[in-house]
């Protein structure tokens, strides 16, 4: 598939939660978008921030060729404040799609699909979720927020058929109080595939869940600078190669960020 490196444009851009923005963008890009969990690179508007930032498309509708990002600012002086000023109609230099996502060529009608989303871990699930949803699968999603106020997509989700949400918070503002961990526990059906996307403690967790199953699909973070597999930046230890001493490395950005459970050490 090819990479596209193109001026996108704010189809618009708000705040949806506290420090959180939804972008919706539009371009060619879009109609390349495959899988559920590829990122886009963009640049941030501002000369002195060479790097890109990794953001995972939310959704996209081809039809209108928009895709929708979500994501987290941090102080004055970090790219994705800079990114959080641009209005509708202004361009962003965007790379992508890059990466492999979910696979979800499996999924059958009437499977019982679990999706655990931590954070600013949870965008990427919803396009999984609506995708999934259109195969028919019955689809459990357990959200977890540091608190009500960095709650995203929760409506997003609940809106879809064949969903059902539960959400939990850190500090009980909203929702069952403490991690997924314990919605998890809480869990009676069996579930047939588990895709997951969050903090690390949290992808942890989930991995000590559900590791004797086949299809469990983790999504995962690195520092990156070229997005394309040219820098190794990015390289995550596998269990093969614990050490990193084969010289056969995993890239995040090429190889993932989707990984099969058990095959990175996390
Ligand atoms: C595959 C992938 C998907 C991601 N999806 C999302 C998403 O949907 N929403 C979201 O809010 N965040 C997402 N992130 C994390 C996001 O890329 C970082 O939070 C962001 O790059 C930080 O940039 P900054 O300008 O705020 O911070 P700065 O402090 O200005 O960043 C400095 C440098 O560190 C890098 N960096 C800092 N934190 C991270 C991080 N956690 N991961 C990777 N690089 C980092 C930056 O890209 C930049 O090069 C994703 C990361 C990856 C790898
Ligand atoms: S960021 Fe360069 S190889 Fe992954």
């Known amino acids: 598939m090819p990479i596209l490196q193109e001026m996108m444009t704010i189809v618009s851009q708000k705040e949806v939660a506290h420090h959180i923005f939804e972008m919706v963008l539009t371009g060619e890009i879009v109609l390349d978008l495959d899988q559920p969990g590829q990122f886009l690179h963009l640049k941030a508007p501002n000369e002195s921030l060479l790097l890109r930032r990794p953001i995972s498309i939310s959704s996209w509708d081809k039809n209108k060729k928009t895709c929708t990002i979500l994501y987290r600012i941090g102080d004055e002086t970090s790219g994705t404040y800079a990114l959080s000023a641009l209005t509708e109609g202004q361009n962003v230099d965007v790379m992508g799609p890059l990466g492999h996502g979910f696979p979800l060529a499996q999924v059958k009608k009437d499977e019982h699909i679990l999706l655990v989303g931590g954070g600013i871990g949870v965008p990427p699930l919803y396009e999984l979720a609506k995708q999934l949803d259109q195969k028919g699968a019955k689809i459990t999603v357990l959200l977890g927020f540091a608190s009500k106020e960095v709650k995203i997509l929760e409506e997003e989700f609940e809106a879809l058929a064949h969903v059902s949400v539960n959400v939990t918070t850190d500090d009980g503002s909203y929702g069952t109080k403490g991690h997924v961990g314990g919605l998890m526990d809480a869990l009676t059906t069996p579930v047939d595939a588990v895709y997951t996307c969050g903090a690390p403690a949290m992808l942890k967790a989930v991995y000590q869940h559900y590791h004797d199953?086949?299809?469990?699909?983790?999504?995962?973070?690195?520092?990156?600078?070229?997005?394309?597999?040219?820098?190794?930046a990015c390289v995550v230890h596998t269990k093969d190669d614990p050490?990193?001493?084969s010289g056969h490395a995993l890239k995040v950005c090429e190889d993932g960020p989707v990984f099969n459970g058990g095959e990175i050490i996390l």
Request: glycine residues 14%; neutral net charge; charged residues 15%.
């Open 213 to 232: 199953l086949e299809r469990l699909y983790i999504s995962t973070e690195s520092r990156m600078a070229c997005g394309i597999g040219a820098c190794y």
């Open 243 to 245: 050490t990193g001493a």
